[in-house]
């Protein structure tokens, strides 16, 4: 009896290490998805303030030398007052902290448009459902390096973003028309894709890529919504 005690109290402290460790492991993840979206924003906020605004501006100076009626320049200035007043939006720390998934997903798109990045579009379908802020800041993770691969290296002209809220899954679906790879290269198998995934496996979520040479990249990340037990029993 006493033997079988003793095994059963190892074995007892052996899980409660094993699932501590888990819990700090997705705690550090967590903490550096969030540092890393905050670097991406600031890195497009400083982008912007750099050639968008600073090019609004300079053609306000350069309206002013050049005898423009005063409602060009006062459109123009209007514009850079617009784009000023997004970006403070992003500044505001409190603004990223409470922002749904749906909103900031919302906002980069809008962004794309705006500055002719690329066309997007997001779709939402099912009734939204609220999911646990640390579960939606991974997943915004994952987009945000999706979108940039998307924007730097595919050469895409259009992004179509589908979040589908069904009765126990949510499906993420993102999808350019760049120029795609060949999944079965391991050069395209590497760093990013493996990143990608195992963030979704943190969540107890699935990812997963389809994508053919000139024929776009198509990412799709399927969430089980009954998950959200098992997810706070191990966080």
Not at 103 to 129: H, P, V, W, Y
Request: hydrophobic share 40%; with cysteine; charged share 25%.
């Amino acid at each position: 009896m006493i033997s079988l005690f003793v095994l059963f109290q190892k074995r007892k402290n052996a899980l409660l290490l094993k699932n501590e460790f888990a819990k700090k492991h997705f705690e550090q993840e967590i903490s550096k998805a969030q540092i890393e979206i905050r670097e991406e924003t600031f890195r497009n906020i400083s982008w912007e303030l750099h050639d968008n605004i600073g090019q609004l501006l300079t053609l306000a100076k350069i309206q002013l030398q050049s005898d423009s009626s005063i409602n060009e320049v006062k459109g123009t200035l209007d514009k850079c007052i617009k784009e000023l007043r997004v970006l403070s939006k992003l500044i505001n720390p409190e603004a990223l902290k409470n922002m749904s998934l749906e909103q900031a997903i919302s906002d980069e798109i809008d962004r794309f448009n705006r500055l002719n990045f690329i066309k997007s579009q997001l779709t939402i379908k099912g009734e939204q459902i609220k999911i646990d802020s640390k579960i939606e800041i991974v997943f915004f993770r994952i987009l945000q390096e999706f979108f940039s691969n998307t924007i730097k290296h595919a050469k895409a002209t259009h992004l179509d973003i589908l979040l589908d809220y069904q009765t126990d899954v949510l499906t993420i679906m993102a999808k350019d028309n760049g120029l795609g790879f060949d999944l079965n290269k391991q050069k395209h198998s590497g760093i990013g894709l493996t990143n990608i995934k195992n963030r979704a496996k943190l969540v107890n979520a699935n990812a997963t890529f389809i994508s053919e040479p000139n024929k776009g990249t198509e990412l799709t990340i399927t969430y089980h919504l009954n998950n959200e037990n098992s997810y706070h029993s191990n966080s």
